[in-house]
């Protein structure tokens, strides 16, 4: 049973009112050449609307308040003299994602080599696509079955570690891209929380290892469904990643005005007493005169690669007036910006043996770095699996790509999560009501299933398992993992193959 009622995973209806602790709401910039303060909190700010907008606005599924109090002693200043008002920045009750079908018209496909194709299959080969369509128009039930499952892939621990294959992960995306007995697309996304580069590059990267077509149209990525905060905020603050990539990403998604920490330090380096600003960081960096600026929102978009100084810079918006450097407010909470983060995981797997410190880390040191000199909770929004945003973004794209590649827009009811992190990949799966599959090939390095989080189809080797024992369950215990390129399709199914 899901955890979630399925009116959590409705849009707000235009007009319709978003629930909040008080009047706030966040605000869709209406027009770029207003000069509103966007995103900022001075003044009753409407529902966001529909029509020139493109994105859902999905609740929350989880406090937008700090979770530091737990990790923290009494670290605040004097928590009982200030005036507990709700906080006027309620953005946290719901997290926009992007309509998705409006991407695909602008569907890229990346081919390992660069070949040019059709979404989610090989090079053409025209033969080919006759037999199979001689054989799926003799296998009916077959067919149905295999239009109504997909797979949702985490990537690293399952597919790839880092810029290393996994094996089986290549095998089972030609499986899934045709390489079976009906020689069928068998609906797949990738839903990771990565991120740090556009999603056209890792896409890229990502088809190139695992030797296989991927479509930006069929990938998701931490900070994917962030692209539709560029309708709500004009000037943001964009935090992580290395040099200036998640510049790009942000630029890439429609963002209008976009700032990066170093465009601060180059217009004042006594922000950072302790950073080392190189003539060569200056000189890509674009200063402008901060004094001036209202930034509007801050998006932590990957994990920040100096922590001194992305905090300070991070500590000194929270505390500003409405986002201006050089200002700090008299009521710290309602004029506040909002900031957003692509991901909550704490720890990360990488070339060192113990576990490296992600955003979730990074978000609570912040959280108790605001609370210890403001005395207050900091609101924030965390987007990346196990939110709900981001499941509920996966079905816009899973539907969007069946239109793709099946000509048929619609969810398949037996979708399948294959994850390698019981936290994140399988307990958002299992809330959202998806088969889980937990693989050995990553994070999860425990018994027979997670106690905390139990996968709920079970626990599998590798990705090939667990693909192929999914499919067996939905086509048959005889399903086939091989085209045969030589069989007679009128005979199919009289043991004339010699498939296997
Ligand atoms: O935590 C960051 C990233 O490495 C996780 O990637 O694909 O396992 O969600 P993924
Ligand atoms: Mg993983």
């Known amino acids: 049973m899901p955890a979630f009622d399925d009116s959590d995973f409705g849009c707000q209806t235009p007009l319709s009112p978003v629930k909040s602790r008080d009047s706030y709401h966040l605000q869709r910039v209406s027009s770029r050449s207003n000069n ?7 003044s009753t700010i409407s529902i966001p609307v529909d029509g020139p907008g493109h994105a859902i606005e999905v609740p929350a599924t ?4 700090s979770d530091a109090q737990q990790y923290m002693h009494s670290l605040s200043l004097s928590p009982s003299m200030r005036d507990r008002r709700g906080s006027r920045n ?19 496909v990346h081919y390992p080599e660069g070949k040019n194709g059709r979404p989610g299959m090989p090079p053409i080969q025209p033969s080919r696509d006759i037999l199979a369509a001689q054989l799926q128009d003799l296998s009916g039930e077959k067919v149905r079955a295999a239009k109504d499952m997909a797979f949702v892939f985490d990537i690293d621990g399952v597919l790839v570690h880092g810029d290393r294959l996994i094996p089986e992960g290549k095998r089972v995306l030609e499986i899934l891209n045709g390489d079976n007995e009906l ?3 068998i609906p797949h996304i990738f839903l990771t929380n990565g991120s740090g580069k556009p999603e056209h590059a890792r896409v890229d990267q990502l088809s190139k290892i695992l030797r296989n077509p991927i479509s930006t149209d069929q990938f998701i990525q931490s900070h994917t469904p962030m692209r539709a905060l560029s309708e709500y905020y004009k000037t943001v603050l964009v935090v992580g990643g290395e040099g200036y990539k998640c510049r790009e990403v942000a630029e890439h998604y429609g963002f209008e005005d976009i700032v990066v920490p170093n465009d601060i330090l180059a217009w004042d380096p006594t922000i950072a007493p302790y950073r080392v600003f190189t003539d060569a960081e200056r000189a890509t960096s674009r200063p402008r005169d901060f004094s001036k600026t209202n930034i509007d929102a801050i998006m932590v978009f990957s994990d920040s690669r100096d922590y001194a100084t992305d905090m300070q810079i991070i500590m000194d918006l929270l505390r500003s007036e409405n986002g201006r ?11 506040r910006i909002p900031i957003y983060f692509s991901q909550g995981d704490m720890l990360c797997p990488t070339e060192h043996p113990i576990p490296r410190m992600s955003q979730g880390t990074f978000r609570i040191g912040l959280e108790a770095m605001y609370k210890s000199l403001t005395g207050s909770d900091l609101e924030r929004v965390v987007y990346g699996k196990p939110e709900l945003a981001t499941y509920k973004y996966a079905d816009e794209v899973i539907t969007s790509w069946m239109e793709q590649i ?12 294959i994850g390698d992190n019981p936290a994140s990949d399988i307990v958002g799966g299992n809330m ?5 599959c937990l693989v050995r090939t990553g994070v999860f390095q425990g018994g027979e299933n997670d106690e905390e989080n139990p996968a709920s189809f ?15 369950k939905e086509l048959g215990q005889d399903f086939h993992f091989k085209f045969d390129e030589t069989i007679n399709p009128v005979l199919h199914g009289n043991g004339v193959s010699a498939i296997e």
């Open 36 to 42: 509103l303060p966007v995103g900022s909190h001075g």
């Open 62 to 65: 989880r406090s937008s308040i």
């Open 90 to 108: 309620s953005f946290g009750t719901s997290l926009p994602i992007p309509r998705s079908k409006r991407q695909s018209r602008l569907s890229s």
């Open 183 to 185: 020689g069928i697309k």
């Open 325 to 335: 450097l050089g200002t700090v407010a008299k009521d710290p909470e309602s004029q």
């Open 406 to 417: 099946h000509n048929d827009e619609k969810l398949p009811a037996n979708v399948y999560m």
């Open 432 to 436: 959202y009501g998806w088969n889980t």
């Open 458 to 472: 079970g626990v599998f080797k590798n990705v090939l398992d667990a693909v192929q024992t999914a499919i067996k």
